[in-house]
T-cell receptor, first 117, second 116 residues
Framework: DAGITQSPRHKVTETGTPVTLRCHQT?????MYWYRQDPGHGLRLIHY???????DKGEVSDGYSVSRSKTEDFLLTLESATSSQTSVYFC????????????????FGDGTRLSIL | AQTVTQSQPEMSVQEAETVTLSCTYD???????LFWYKQPPSRQMILVIR??????QNATENRFSVNFQKAAKSFSLKISDSQLGDAAMYFC?????????????FGTGTRLTIIP
């Protein structure tokens, strides 16, 4: 198993509250990602990071922010949660290909089920 | 923008038989990577197999193999000797090889049921 830990695994909260999800890796990989998974949509990229303090937006970034102050930790924050953000959230990591093709796959954590009432 | 289409929402196969899951994609790029991921009821996303577009040879991993047709933009997954543990959602995914393009685009998945 890739060394990825997501916390919490489950969370129920109310609309308007702030929520932070944590992804921790022990692989020292450069890239980290946050996805959400909803029925009928597969997985969609929220934000990703290509190094400490280096992040970029994905296709569904509105309402989310991220931070990466250490290589091993990537935080996803919902500043004011809405019911539309009820979803399963996955963290992923990826190593670089070194001097060869950059063809390394993403490896995923076990997901966090977030319910916003 | 790239899109990935899995046209079979559900498939079933008899245990020990062979099944093929379909995936097509749309891209204007010539170099990219393709992946199949498996998601069992435990919710984990597990990499099954990957294919580099510049390689003509189809990838294989034990009972899993792909039929990569670059011109047709098709990337199907064949599972041989199906086992009960193969029951899961299967997702096809695409990633550009362009530096800085980190987006992994997923299809909507195919739910595979194994019939004992």
């Amino acid at each position: 198993d890739a060394g990825i830990t997501q916390s919490p695994r489950h969370k129920v909260t109310e609309t308007g509250t702030p929520v932070t999800l944590r992804c921790h890796q022990t692989e020292n990989h450069r890239y980290m990602y946050w996805y959400r998974q909803d029925p009928g949509h597969g997985l969609r990229l929220i934000h990703y990071s290509y190094g400490v303090k280096d992040t970029d937006k994905g296709e569904v970034s509105d309402g989310y922010s991220v931070s990466r102050s250490k290589t091993e930790d990537f935080l996803l924050t919902l500043e004011s949660a809405t019911s539309s953000q009820t979803s399963v959230y996955f963290c992923a990591i990826r190593d670089t290909g070194g001097e060869g093709p950059d063809n390394q796959p993403q490896h995923f954590g076990d997901g966090t089920r977030l319910s916003i009432l | 923008a790239q899109t990935v289409t899995q046209s079979q929402p559900e498939m079933s196969v008899q245990e020990a038989e062979t099944v093929t899951l379909s995936c097509t994609y749309d891209t204007s790029e010539s170099d990219y990577y393709l992946f199949w991921y498996k998601q069992p009821p435990s919710r984990q996303m597990i990499l099954v197999i990957r294919q580099e577009a510049y390689k003509q040879q189809n990838a294989t991993e034990n009972r899993f193999s792909v039929n990569f047709q670059k011109a047709a933009k098709s990337f199907s997954l064949k599972i041989s000797d199906s086992q009960l543990g193969d029951a899961a959602m299967y997702f096809c995914a695409y990633r550009s090889s362009n530096f800085g393009n980190e987006k992994l685009t997923f299809g909507t998945g195919t739910r595979l049921t194994i019939i004992p």
